[in-house]
């Protein structure tokens, strides 16, 4: 069953891929076509504390929201937000749809092949949770359980490819989804990163621990690949951001902890960014 479900997720993602690579011919956009329009069109996820979420009066919130207001300021640009999810946030951003795309969104050589990454901006862990009753020793231990995950995230492929045979790993179409699947009962393990842990925390307090941990997450900012101007302009702002402490103050307030690039990496995870070259 695993097998056929491996398989079932290779072509799905081979599919993605080529349908990925077509939409990468798009053309370029520019902070000039942005500021004739007035409006960057920025794709977000609403379900993300800290990262990004609507709160009680129905607004954007998060860390996201904040460093996207401070770039689209500095650019002088009002903001449109699009929500996007992790199936189509990729092409959302090719077809033009959004121009810029700022979410949890893992750091990957196959997907700098289809985006132009501008600067690494976060990081978490991929941890599997559960009931905090239950043992877990390892990954081989989830044999005959069942694990929820967010579909098409980087957390699905980690936990389709590190779980054993006889897994029943469980996709969902948003986070929210996969953190109500373990609180409901639907599963009995949650795949996921540790910031989404948080919704879990909080709806049901000391219910549920962190198991295994997978790894770490590096997370970026991203354009359209031929978007290099594009990206070359938010990278000098971000990168102002970091050298006057700005950003250092927002991850603090969002994140209870220091930003982890202070300085500025050429490279992470094998991928270049453009704030490198500035």
Excluded: C, W
Excluded at 13 to 37: D, F
Aim: glycine fraction near 8%; charge should be negative; charged fraction near 20%.
């Amino acid at each position: 069953m695993k097998t056929l479900t491996r398989r079932l997720f290779t072509l799905g993602t081979l599919a993605g891929a080529s349908m990925l690579a077509l939409a990468a011919a798009a053309q370029a956009v520019t902070l000039e076509e942005i500021k004739s329009r007035g409006v960057m069109n920025i794709g977000i996820v609403t379900d993300q504390p800290p990262f990004s979420f609507i709160d009680a009066a129905g607004a954007n919130k998060g860390y996201d929201i904040d460093l996207t207001q401070l770039i689209a300021k500095e650019l002088g640009v009002e903001v449109n937000y699009v929500q996007v999810t992790s199936a189509n946030r990729i092409s959302q951003l090719q077809t033009g749809r959004i121009d810029l795309l700022a979410m949890p969104f893992g750091i990957f050589p196959d997907r700098a092949e289809v985006v132009r990454y501008v600067a690494p901006l976060a990081q978490n862990f991929e941890i599997i949770y559960g009931p905090k009753d239950v043992a877990l020793l390892d990954v081989a231990a989830l044999t005959g359980h069942s694990v929820g995950v967010e579909r098409g995230s980087s957390m699905d492929t980690k936990v389709t490819d590190s779980a054993p045979e006889g897994t029943v790993v469980q996709r969902y179409d948003d986070a929210s989804s996969a953190v109500q699947s373990l609180l409901s009962g639907q599963v009995e393990f949650l795949g996921t990163f540790s910031h989404q842990f948080l919704g879990v925390e909080a709806a049901a307090p000391g219910r549920f621990d962190a198991k295994v941990t997978l790894g770490t997450s590096y997370l970026g900012y991203v354009v359209a690949k031929n978007s290099e101007e594009l990206a070359g302009d938010i990278a000098d702002v971000i990168k102002a951001k970091i050298e006057d402490g700005t950003l250092e103050g927002l991850y603090q307030q969002h994140f209870g902890t220091e930003f982890p690039y202070k300085e500025i990496p050429a490279e992470l995870n094998g991928v270049t960014f453009a704030i490198s070259a500035q």
